[in-house]
């Protein structure tokens, strides 16, 4: 039997059967091996898929902690310090390790969040979605008190099974909150000190209006001189 060499180099017209079935031959076991090789390919494509579906489920599975400065709900120029699980599953034993200690102008209230719960014992259990807000710092106190603007956090924590994750590295950083142009937007507690100011204007109107009468009152009954001063309040009755 010739080889495959010998076979193409002369006439097709002078092949024997022989010949025939030698490159019949020849090309099965060509196609057979480019066969072989085109189903490892899918195979190993589709094993990648499945890999990753596999991975993207167990991700979108996983708890997902974040924590962050955010502007006040209430005042605007207030700062929380944010907790919350943007996950789909329970996280479990939360900690919050900083590079440095928390400090605020607001610690002398007698209330630092350094030394919280949340920051010295950390977060037990925190389903999906829970949020906690806690008040961290006056954006403009802070500023003229030259307080670190900048925190580097490493969030560690287990997921529902008990499993540690990943730990999550976030940079904390005030001084991108400055300089900024803002329109400026009217909250809670602006309505409240409105109010505050207008019930001490009222008060205190009120006030000169019992003395205008006490003093009109008084100077009808010829108890007071018409050219005398403001009668003096001796008491907030009517």
């Known amino acids: 039997m010739r080889s495959a060499h010998q076979l193409l180099a002369v006439d097709l017209k002078a092949w024997t059967p022989e010949d025939w ?3 019949a031959t020849v090309a099965t076991a060509f ?15 589709a094993k990648q898929q499945v890999d990753l579906a596999r991975q993207l489920r167990e991700e979108q599975a996983q708890p997902f902690v974040v924590v ?16 919350e699980n943007m996950g789909q599953t329970l996280a479990k034993n939360v900690r919050i390790k900083l590079d440095q200690q928390f400090e605020s102008t607001l610690d002398g209230d007698g209330f630092p969040l350094r030394d919280s719960p949340l920051m010295t014992q950390g977060i037990p259990s925190l389903p999906p979605r829970k949020r906690i807000t806690a008040l961290f710092d006056v954006s403009h106190d802070r500023y003229s008190a030259g307080l670190p603007m900048k925190y580097t956090a490493t969030v560690e924590f287990q997921d529902s099974h008990g499993k540690d994750q990943e730990p999550l590295v976030y940079i904390l950083d005030l001084s991108t909150r400055h300089d900024l142009l803002q329109i400026a937007e009217y909250r809670m507690h602006d309505a409240a000190k409105a109010l505050r100011e207008m019930s001490k204007t009222l008060k205190e109107t009120r006030n000169d209006l019992r003395s205008e009468f006490r003093r009109r009152r008084m100077e009808s009954s010829g108890v007071l001189s018409p050219d005398a001063g403001p009668t003096p309040q001796t008491g907030q009755g009517s």
Request: hydrophobic share 70%.
């Open 21 to 23: 079935s030698a490159a």
């Open 68 to 83: 962050d400065f955010q502007d006040n709900a209430v005042w605007s120029k207030a700062i929380d310090f944010v907790v």
């Open 31 to 45: 196609f057979t091996i480019a066969t072989v090789a085109i189903a490892l390919a899918a195979a190993l494509y």
